[in-house]
Each structure stands twice: as structure tokens, then as C-alpha cells.
């Protein structure tokens, strides 16, 4: 009886603490979506309006904050739309997200499966990669792209992020578990060891690769620093440069800043909606114990 009390105090507490972290995280969105939904008078008069007029719009189906920031009309825009902002995002994310996936599979399998001199301390070399900060490599980085004539170009704002440590330490945490006698059958049979590496290996870490997949691609996405340095030029702007130009020191339209926050989200939370189940799974296990 007391151990049954216990739990159910135990969950309620557990419950409890949830709900209040969630309301921490969802009001700052709640308000976003909010404002967004405000015209520019509505916000400039609001110590003047009742309290509910200050959290709530005139109207809920106020979009054109929305459609302004979308269409590019807008005074700290120049005539840019942000759906051009997000589709360079959109190529950048898509493009990159391929041979960073080959490469971290590739370096993953080798040092999950297989024995060479010094293997384990290349492997924390290559893991040392993930604490050296990107401003430490930025600058070499951008010389390199600056003399290849990268700069402006779609290669110059992905070729940088094709090589992933965190991705090849999440797919060899995946792969070591993986039994090596399934390997050795796959051997046995005649198979060679790109067939075993494809058909045994990566659907066994189907799900790692959809959570490295969506991981890589929010990194992409919410890139600022690097876009910074080697897009000069309106036409290459991507969604995180574009929305640094809404805020100015002499202008600040606070709706048209939320609505160009809401746009830009939508790509990342149909992402979450529809990969949410793998990414639990992805991030719950680390490969077949055997």
C-alpha cells in the first residue's frame, strides 16, 4: 500500500515538473505566434491597451505580417523574400546532409568493425574535432574557399560542413553492438564487404541514421557564423542571415521579426512531426546487444 502511494506521488510530482518546463518552453512560442499576428500600431500602443489586447491580437487571422515578410515587402527586407532565404537553406540543408551522411557512415563502420595500427587514437583525434570551436577553424576555412572562388556560391556554404564527428560518433556507438558473427555469415556466403556494410549493417541502423539526418540538418538550418562570412551578395542570403536583417538599430518592426520566425521554424517542426518516433529510437539505443 505505502510503495503504491509512493509511486503515485512519485508520478505526480514527475508530471508536475514536466508541465512546468513545457509551459516554460511554450510560452516563449505561444507569444511569437502571437505577435505575429499584430499589426505594427497594435504593438507600439499597447502600454495603453487592457491586458488581454496586450497578449492578444485584434484578430486571429491577421496574416499580413505573414505574407509581407514571405513576399519580401517589406522596409528591412530591400525587396529580398524570405521564401527565397529559405529555399537557399533549403538547397544548402539537402545537399550537405548526403556526403556528410556517406562520410560519418563510412568512418563509423571502419572504426566500429574494423582493426588497424592507432585506430583508437585516431578515433578520439577525430572526436577532438568536436571540441575545437568553429571560430578556431573559420578563418583558414573561409581562406581556403576565398582563394577556390567559393565565396557567394552554394559549394562555398556546404563543402564545410560535409565532414561530421558527432555523426560518426553516434553511428559506431550504433554499430559496435552490432554481432560480428553477422558479419562473419555475410563473409562466409561470398559476400563482399560493401554488400555486408549495406544490406547487414546500415538497416540495423536505420534509426541512428534518421536522428544524425535531422540533428545535421537543424545544425545546417540554424547556421549562422559561417553564412556570415562567405555570403556578401543578397541573392545567396540564407533563412538565419535573412532574419538578422528584420532587427536594425534604427528600425525594429517587432510583428514582421515574429512572423519571420513562425515562417522560418515551419520547415523544422514538420521534420520533428514526421521523424519524431526514429529520433526517440535513434537516441534510446545504441544498436543490437549480442
Request: glycine letters at 4%; hydrophobic letters at 55%; aromatic letters at 22%.
Given at each position: 500500500m505505502k510503495a503504491n502511494i509512493a509511486e503515485k506521488a512519485g508520478k505526480t510530482i514527475t508530471f508536475a515538473l514536466l508541465?512546468?518546463?513545457?509551459?516554460?518552453i511554450i510560452i516563449p512560442f505561444v507569444m511569437i505566434l502571437l505577435t505575429a499576428l499584430k499589426l505594427n500600431p497594435e504593438i507600439v500602443d499597447m502600454p495603453n491597451r487592457t491586458m488581454?489586447?496586450?497578449?492578444?491580437?485584434?484578430?486571429?487571422?491577421?496574416?499580413?505580417?505573414?505574407?509581407?515578410?514571405?513576399l519580401g515587402n517589406t522596409v528591412t527586407q530591400n525587396g529580398f523574400p524570405l521564401?527565397?532565404?529559405?529555399?537557399?537553406?533549403?538547397?544548402?540543408?539537402?545537399?550537405?546532409i548526403i556526403p556528410s551522411l556517406i562520410l560519418a557512415l563510412t568512418a563509423a563502420y571502419s572504426f566500429a568493425?574494423?582493426?588497424?595500427?592507432?585506430?583508437?587514437?585516431?578515433?578520439?583525434?577525430?572526436?577532438?574535432?568536436?571540441?575545437?570551436?568553429?571560430e578556431m577553424t573559420s578563418i583558414p576555412l573561409f581562406m581556403i574557399v576565398s582563394k577556390l572562388r567559393l565565396v557567394n556560391t552554394y559549394p562555398g556554404l556546404m563543402v564545410p560542413s560535409f565532414m561530421s564527428a558527432f555523426g560518426t560518433f553516434l553511428l559506431r556507438a550504433a554499430m559496435e553492438p552490432i554481432p560480428k558473427?553477422?558479419?562473419?555469415?555475410?563473409?562466409?556466403?561470398?559476400?563482399?564487404?560493401?554488400?555486408?556494410?549495406?544490406?547487414?549493417?546500415?538497416?540495423?541502423?536505420?534509426?541512428?541514421?534518421?536522428?544524425?539526418?535531422?540533428?545535421?540538418?537543424?545544425?545546417?538550418?540554424?547556421?549562422?557564423?559561417?553564412?556570415?562570412?562567405?555570403?556578401?551578395?543578397d541573392r545567396m542570403r540564407t533563412v538565419t542571415l535573412s532574419l538578422n536583417r528584420f532587427v536594425?538599430?534604427?528600425i525594429q518592426y517587432w510583428g514582421e521579426v515574429c512572423a519571420a520566425v513562425v515562417i522560418s521554424i515551419i520547415p523544422l517542426l514538420i521534420i520533428f512531426i514526421v521523424f519524431n518516433a526514429n529520433i526517440k529510437t535513434g537516441l534510446m539505443n545504441t544498436g543490437i546487444k549480442g
Open positions: 508541465l512546468v518546463f513545457f509551459t516554460f488581454f489586447h496586450r497578449i492578444f491580437p485584434d484578430s486571429f487571422f491577421n496574416f499580413v505580417n505573414i505574407k509581407n515578410v514571405f521564401y527565397r532565404a529559405i529555399l537557399n537553406s533549403l538547397i544548402v540543408v539537402l545537399v550537405t568493425k574494423f582493426k588497424f595500427p592507432g585506430k583508437e587514437i585516431f578515433y578520439y583525434l577525430f572526436l577532438g574535432m568536436l571540441m575545437i570551436p568553429t558473427s553477422y558479419i562473419e555469415a555475410g563473409r562466409i556466403d561470398g559476400a563482399g564487404e560493401f554488400w555486408i556494410f549495406r544490406a547487414i549493417v546500415i538497416p540495423m541502423v536505420q534509426s541512428h541514421i534518421v536522428t544524425f539526418l535531422v540533428i545535421k540538418s537543424v545544425w545546417t538550418w540554424n547556421d549562422f557564423f559561417w553564412p556570415l562570412l562567405v555570403v556578401t551578395e536594425t538599430d534604427l
